[in-house]
């Protein structure tokens, strides 16, 4: 086991820089999931994901290298403003917004790179990753992106919790819910940057939605939440990246797989909704009523469930 764990980070530099970008990548879209599941806006971290491939072609264009990670920041906040003044301004609603902005963008962004075709742009890893490729510098700028994010949700968590549950209650009390869309928003777009070489402009969608989706199914308050969701985005994270050493497979896919396979854990066996253990409730439940019926063996119910019920209470009817 410890050869399985341990070798690869003694041995391979690559491994222990992609299992820091890994954990800050995971921990901070962790938190941000939190806030779209509550406020049921999963889908706009799509929308300014999508949109910020034109960002990555502008950037490289104009800056090589180094210009990729401002032109996608760049167009990620546009893109995140345009939504949100479709969606204040018009009749549209949120969800049609988002693809009225981004479609074009992601078109826009395929369009020029079919005709420039840049040799220093490699589609797949733009679009799905590659955790085992970051370099310092990489990790470096995800960290301060990263910690940006972090740093700005534990400062207003109060406000963004009050933001997410009740806006109108929010607006009611004086707070400027626009400005706080566009701070939400901008945030957003600086966590996919973030997450750009990690696992991709497609993929990071999942790692926005995953994490929050599966500690809603246990938690019902904010902050405990949001715990859960960042161990389950840095748990899949590290799981994800050693599953893309070991089965050589693409390391943003094996990342999301992971936070997927902890969702169905989740949904299958948590206390209180999971279906399992709902099923095994209900039955306990059930057995134990039945039981309780003078003459009835507790592991069988010859008269049916609602049977049962009906002769007990006309019973106790009898009896009174």
Request: net charge neutral; charged share 10%.
């Amino acid at each position: 086991m410890s050869d399985l764990v341990l070798a690869p980070l003694v041995d391979y530099g690559f491994m222990r820089t992609g299992l820091l970008a890994a954990l800050i990548v995971g921990g901070c879209c962790a938190l941000l999931s939190c806030l779209l599941v509550v406020r049921g806006r999963s889908l706009l971290g799509d929308a300014v994901s999508h949109s910020v491939l034109l960002g990555v072609v502008i950037g490289y264009l104009v800056g090589g290298e180094f210009g990729i990670l401002p032109g996608a920041m760049l167009v990620a906040a546009v893109s995140g403003a345009a939504i949100s003044f479709v969606a204040r301004r018009t009749p549209l609603e949120a969800e049609t917004a988002m693809g009225v902005v981004f479609t074009p963008l992601f078109a826009l962004g395929l369009a020029i790179i079919s005709v420039v075709q840049p040799r220093g742009i490699d589609l797949f890893h733009v679009l799905f990753g590659n955790v085992l490729g970051v370099s310092p510098s990489d990790v470096w700028l995800t960290g301060v992106a990263a910690g940006l994010v972090v740093a700005v949700v534990l400062v207003g968590f109060r406000a963004f919790e009050l933001w997410s549950f009740d806006p109108v209650l929010a607006a009611c009390m004086g707070m400027r819910t626009g400005a706080m869309d566009h701070l939400f928003t901008a945030l957003l777009s600086a966590a996919i940057v973030a997450a750009l070489k990690t696992v991709g402009l497609v993929l990071v969608v999942a790692m926005l939605i995953l994490p929050g989706a599966t500690a809603a199914l246990v938690c019902r308050r904010l902050a405990t939440m949001m715990a859960l969701a960042v161990a389950v985005g840095m748990g899949s994270g590290v799981v994800g990246l050693y599953g893309s050493y070991h089965l050589d497979v693409a390391s943003g896919p094996a990342i999301v797989l992971a936070a997927s396979g902890a969702f169905v854990v989740v949904l299958l066996l948590a206390p209180r909704s999971g279906l399992l253990t709902g099923r095994w409730t209900h039955w306990r439940l059930r057995t134990h009523r039945n039981g309780a019926v003078g003459g009835t063996s507790p592991t069988t119910d010859p008269l049916g469930t609602d049977q049962v019920s009906d002769a007990t209470i006309r019973a106790s009817s009898e009896h009174t």
